[in-house]
């Protein structure tokens, strides 16, 4: 771990699988929420089928931190390939509206 900029590394194994990541993450306050934004990859092998898949991180957001009513939100696009493969997808992760709206699109599915 390095403080400044801050830099996080990770690593687990076991039998079934290789872990490893490196995020640099930052964040940004805006009085009521913050959100946070990573760079960097996440690896995962899987020793016994011989794949290696990578992925990023989506931004997170934290809004009404100083109330009962916290909550957290996702959103961006996550890209997961197959290193071994060469096969991809892509995630969009949508900004929620407001929770009493219905967003036909929220759970749609593409491709």
């Known amino acids: 771990m ?3 900029p801050t ?3 990770a690593h687990a194994e076991s039998p079934s699988f290789i872990f490893y990541q490196d995020q640099r993450p930052s964040t940004k306050f805006w009085g009521k929420s913050m959100e946070l934004t990573s760079e ?3 690896h995962v092998e899987l020793p016994k ?3 290696h898949y990578t992925w990023n991180k989506v931004t997170t957001c934290m809004r009404n931190i ?4 916290r909550s ?13 493969t060469g ?5 969009v ?5 407001h929770s009493h709206m219905h967003d036909g699109d929220r759970h749609r599915q593409v491709g």
């Open 93 to 97: 992760f949508k900004v929620r509206r």
């Open 49 to 51: 089928v011989g794949d």
């Open 66 to 69: 100083f109330s009962d009513s």
């Open 40 to 42: 960097g990859t996440l």
């Open 72 to 84: 957290l939100e996702h959103y961006g696009e996550m890209t997961i390939r197959n290193l071994t």
């Open 87 to 91: 096969d991809s997808c892509t995630l």
């Open 2 to 4: 390095c403080h400044h």
């Open 7 to 9: 830099i996080v590394a």
